[in-house]
């Protein structure tokens, strides 16, 4: 068998492959909000219907991420994202093929099942083939990868429009397609794994999300408002971005499919280069609880320009990118500050179960709201009461950001004054 040496070529070989797997996670994802519209108007989705498809991606994990950690621990990063990119892949074929809404939701459960596990299994092989300075930024340039995928994603109507004129199903079969090319990459990142093992015997160290029930007794005060905004943040964030901002950019402001994927696309491009930068000046200055309040703070200025301004969605647009390359690039390095680190895991774990429970809650009420008050592209004004759910959702973020921030201080404070 050929074996390969442990070494930076070998480890950016390796970075490429993941970061190839993650684009096609990201994009796979993200492939319901372009085809919204579609699905409503061809196959007769209400929104409730349209929320599900999303939310139910999110279900499991509330429960599977708990565990995943454990499995990819137990059987290898590379064993365990060739197989959760299959899962993720059949996921993306039952959906693209699904003659009815009952297919294509157990396609995005399916599609969910897999997806979250494949995350932390490409975060732990970057971290096993990167060490010291150059793992933060290996891991930050993954992650704009992935994005670049939302961003493609979101752009399908205008770099596809061909696919989408020929319905709904086109499009998504495209998505099919791309997580193909993702169980390709995750094969040949295990073929290379498989190989640098054969000549590196001591083995690879993994990270570990083990859960103790008994450990979140342990937690200060400020990790819990640290969890209460991130359930908050990404439920508004994701909810909006991932599943109803296209279709409500069309219907309440006039925009045509691939204008308003193009506008929604624009919040993954930010993100792409802002995060990195934001991680970097936080480390730098050291104000992580501030910026992380300013972070929250334009998420609800953002959805209350939306809903009830004529401003240019420009304005809305960049405020959310803002927020989303600020608050990810805040939130996960804050977290280990406000945890001892061998209950990181533990920490970071939890939070990625609430973290899934809030964004499943807010598909499926946005979509009740919309279905309940007959928005569409004739009633517009049926759209407010999602934005009064998101602005109130959003609000309730930056509340436990700034308790965050005077519990944050107040601890720096009291540190610096005993000389801590």
């Given at each position: 068998?050929?074996?390969?040496?442990?070494?930076?070529?070998?480890?950016?070989?390796?970075?490429?492959?993941?970061?190839?797997?993650?684009?096609?996670?990201?994009?796979?994802?993200?492939?319901?909000?372009?085809?919204?519209?579609?699905?409503?108007?061809?196959?007769?989705?209400?929104?409730?219907?349209?929320?599900?498809?999303?939310?139910?991606?999110?279900?499991?994990?509330?429960?599977?991420?708990?565990?995943?950690?454990?499995?990819?621990?137990?059987?290898?990063?590379?064993?365990?994202?060739?197989?959760?990119?299959?899962?993720?892949?059949?996921?993306?074929?039952?959906?693209?093929?699904?003659?009815?809404?009952?297919?294509?939701?157990?396609?995005?459960?399916?599609?969910?099942?897999?997806?979250?596990?494949?995350?932390?299994?490409?975060?732990?092989?970057?971290?096993?083939?990167?060490?010291?300075?150059?793992?933060?930024?290996?891991?930050?340039?993954?992650?704009?990868?992935?994005?670049?995928?939302?961003?493609?994603?979101?752009?399908?109507?205008?770099?596809?429009?061909?696919?989408?004129?020929?319905?709904?199903?086109?499009?998504?079969?495209i998505a099919m397609l791309i997580a193909a090319t993702s169980f390709v990459?995750?094969?040949?990142?295990?073929?290379?794994?498989?190989?640098?093992?054969?000549?590196?015997?001591?083995?690879?160290?993994?990270?570990?999300?083990?859960?103790?029930?008994?450990?979140?007794?342990?937690?200060?005060?400020?990790?819990?408002?640290?969890?209460?905004?991130?359930?908050?943040?990404?439920?508004?964030?994701?909810?909006?971005?991932?599943?109803?901002?296209?279709?409500?950019?069309?219907?309440?402001?006039?925009?045509?499919?691939?204008?308003?994927?193009?506008?929604?696309?624009?919040?993954?491009?930010?993100?792409?280069?802002?995060?990195?930068?934001?991680?970097?000046?936080?480390?730098?200055?050291?104000?992580?609880?501030?910026?992380?309040?300013?972070?929250?703070?334009?998420?609800?200025?953002?959805?209350?320009?939306?809903?009830?301004?004529?401003?240019?969605?420009?304005?809305?647009?960049?405020?959310?990118?803002?927020?989303?390359?600020?608050?990810?690039?805040?939130?996960?390095?804050?977290?280990?500050?406000?945890?001892?680190?061998?209950?990181?895991?533990?920490?970071?774990?939890?939070?990625?179960?609430?973290?899934?429970?809030?964004?499943?809650?807010?598909?499926?009420?946005?979509?009740?709201?919309?279905?309940?008050?007959?928005?569409?592209?004739?009633?517009?004004?049926?759209?407010?009461?999602?934005m009064d759910f998101f602005g109130l959702a959003s609000t309730l973020g930056l509340v436990f950001a700034l308790l965050?921030?005077?519990?944050?201080?107040?601890?720096?404070?009291?540190?610096?004054?005993?000389?801590?």
């Amino acid at each position: 068998m050929i074996q390969l040496e442990r070494g930076r070529g070998v480890a950016w070989l390796v970075f490429l492959l993941v970061s190839v797997a993650t684009y096609g996670n990201f994009y796979v994802y993200d492939s319901i909000g372009p085809v919204a519209d579609l699905l409503q108007r061809q196959r007769g989705f209400t929104d409730t219907q349209i929320g599900l498809l999303n939310a139910i991606y999110s279900l499991p994990n509330i429960v599977l991420i708990l565990v995943g950690g454990v499995l990819v621990d137990r059987f290898g990063a590379s064993r365990m994202t060739v197989w959760t990119a299959a899962v993720c892949l059949a996921g993306a074929a039952l959906t693209a093929y699904g003659p009815d809404i009952s297919t294509m939701a157990a396609g995005r459960l399916l599609y969910g099942i897999g997806a979250e596990t494949f995350n932390i299994s490409t975060t732990v092989a970057i971290v096993s083939y990167f060490s010291g300075s150059s793992v933060a930024f290996a891991l930050g340039l993954a992650l704009a990868i992935g994005r670049a995928g939302s961003f493609s994603a979101d752009m399908s109507p205008a770099w596809f429009a061909g696919a989408y004129a020929g319905g709904w199903q086109p499009p998504l079969v495209i998505a099919m397609l791309i997580a193909a090319t993702s169980f390709v990459a995750a094969l040949g990142y295990r073929w290379i794994d498989v190989r640098v093992r054969g000549s590196s015997p001591a083995g690879v160290p993994r990270a570990q999300q083990r859960f103790v029930p008994g450990d979140l007794l342990k937690f200060g005060t400020a990790y819990w408002y640290l969890l209460a905004l991130c359930v908050f943040w990404y439920a508004v964030i994701l909810a909006f971005r991932s599943t109803f901002s296209i279709k409500y950019f069309q219907h309440a402001h006039g925009l045509d499919l691939a204008t308003a994927g193009a506008m929604n696309s624009y919040v993954f491009l930010a993100a792409m280069f802002a995060t990195p930068a934001f991680g970097w000046l936080c480390d730098r200055t050291g104000r992580y609880a501030p910026m992380l309040a300013f972070g929250a703070l334009l998420l609800p200025i953002a959805i209350v320009i939306m809903a009830l301004t004529d401003w240019s969605l420009w304005i809305a647009t960049v405020l959310i990118g803002i927020s989303y390359s600020l608050v990810p690039a805040v939130m996960w390095p804050l977290a280990s500050k406000l945890v001892a680190a061998e209950k990181f895991g533990t920490a970071l774990g939890l939070m990625w179960v609430v973290q899934n429970a809030g964004i499943a809650g807010a598909n499926l009420t946005a979509g009740w709201l919309n279905d309940r008050s007959g928005a569409s592209a004739t009633n517009p004004a049926g759209y407010l009461p999602m934005m009064d759910f998101f602005g109130l959702a959003s609000t309730l973020g930056l509340v436990f950001a700034l308790l965050l921030w005077f519990t944050a201080g107040r601890r720096h404070h009291e540190a610096a004054t005993h000389g801590g």
